[in-house]
């Protein structure tokens, strides 16, 4: 089915272990975010990659690791969790390089650290 | 930084018109805005999004004065499906790390 898929869904860790969100399109859109939503707040941009093997920091990078090898995969890395880390993660994509393009967003994992 | 301000909450009841207001004061010329609808446990969902003057899709209209240091989305006949979040954004990819989602304005429709 095409869109944005994100896997797990749903995980669970311990403080200090390595842990790696999944996000993967299937259309091949340039942009691609990843957001963190905590509870009763808004969304805040964590890493956005502009194509592959371009990658940047947004508002709240620290503690996150990303790649984008393929166009269509922009993995997160959180290197060493912390429980301030628990949220809920929304990897998004985007079509264009230019201003104004519309974002989708994929169903996001839900992550708690304990 | 274009940073937005929106009203926290705000009800309304079935049928009726909603309006709801942002304001970004330091919108940048290349800056677009853009609304997403949010349903608890879903992602974002994009509704519109506008540069100037006003915008009219299938589910929404989009306001924005000659000055654009705000935006009004106005949601026709609401229904108890409305009952979301909202948030506008201020985005331009050129700055793509200044892509900032406010807290929303978390709608509820009544009966």
């Known amino acids: 089915d095409a869109g944005i898929t994100q896997s797990p869904r749903y995980k669970i860790t311990e403080t200090g272990r390595q842990v790696t969100l999944m996000c993967h399109q299937t259309w091949s859109h340039s942009y691609m975010f990843w957001y963190r939503q905590d509870l009763g707040h808004g969304l805040r941009l964590i890493y956005y990659s502009a194509a592959a093997d371009i990658t940047d920091k947004g508002e709240v990078p620290d503690g996150y690791v990303v790649s984008r090898s393929k166009t269509e995969n922009f993995p997160l890395t959180l290197e060493s969790a912390t429980r301030s880390q628990t949220s809920v993660y929304f990897c998004?994509?985007?079509?264009?390089?230019?201003?104004?393009?519309?974002?989708?967003f994929g169903p996001g994992t839900r992550l708690l650290v304990l | 930084l274009a940073k937005t301000t929106q009203p926290i909450s705000m009800d309304s009841y079935e049928g009726q018109e909603v309006n709801i207001t942002c304001s970004h004061n330091?919108?940048?010329?290349?800056?677009?805005i853009t609304w997403y609808q949010q349903f608890p446990s879903q992602g974002p969902r994009f509704i519109i999004q506008?540069?100037?003057t006003k915008v009219t899709n299938e589910v929404a209209s989009l306001f924005i004065p000659a000055d654009r240091k705000s935006s009004t989305l106005s949601l026709p006949r609401v229904s108890l499906s409305d009952t979301a979040v909202y948030y506008c954004l201020v985005d331009t990819y050129s700055s793509a790390s200044k892509i900032i989602f406010g807290s929303g304005t978390r709608l509820s429709i009544r009966p």
């Open positions: 330091n919108i940048a010329t290349n800056d677009y």
């Open positions: 506008g540069y100037k």
């Open positions: 998004a994509s985007s079509e264009s390089e230019t201003g104004g393009e519309t974002q989708y």
